[in-house]
């Protein structure tokens, strides 16, 4: 995900083709991103922090509503969604470790991998473990370390 600025309200972006802002944030309980496109998804998606009555035991909750029209009614639930849930996955999964967890990662399944194939023109990289992308160094160049705000 990369954003025309800072993590905050009106920040725009997205990730390759899927564009967003974000609509609402509480840094460290919750974010809502509303999708600008592509063309045909009406809705959001966002990540809240839910807290338990159980010490130190919190749940991170994903929720996408959204509806499609237009060539969306085929794109969403053959490219679109089998993406986004992968990277939902790989998300909950790094914040697992961001919170000093064992995480539980998700293997893409053979489909997301030829999709990001594809989309990548041939170039496209092999699944990162969230060990791996919290000692990694992003395209910025600045060491980061992911936290639930990333999420």
């Known amino acids: 995900m990369e954003f025309d600025r800072t993590l905050s309200v009106g920040a725009r972006g997205g990730h390759r083709p899927v564009r967003y802002f974000v609509e609402e944030y509480v840094p460290g309980e919750s974010i809502k991103f509303r999708f600008t496109a592509p063309n045909g998804f009406n809705g959001f998606h966002a ?4 807290k338990t009555s159980t010490p130190n035991t919190d749940v991170l909750r994903h929720t996408l509503e959204m509806t499609t029209h237009g060539l969306a009614v085929l794109s969403w639930p053959v490219i679109y969604r089998p993406m986004h849930d992968a990277l939902i ?15 539980r990662v998700q293997a893409w399944s053979p489909w997301v991998r030829f999709l990001r194939w594809v989309v990548s023109g041939g170039k496209g990289r092999a699944q990162v473990t969230p060990n791996q992308r919290l000692q990694g160094t992003p395209a ?8 639930l705000d990333d999420c």
């Open 47 to 50: 990540y809240e922090r839910i």
């Open 140 to 147: 910025s160049g600045r060491p980061r370390s992911a936290t």
């Open 89 to 103: 996955e790989d998300s909950l999964a790094t914040a697992e470790a961001s919170l000093g967890q064992s995480p």
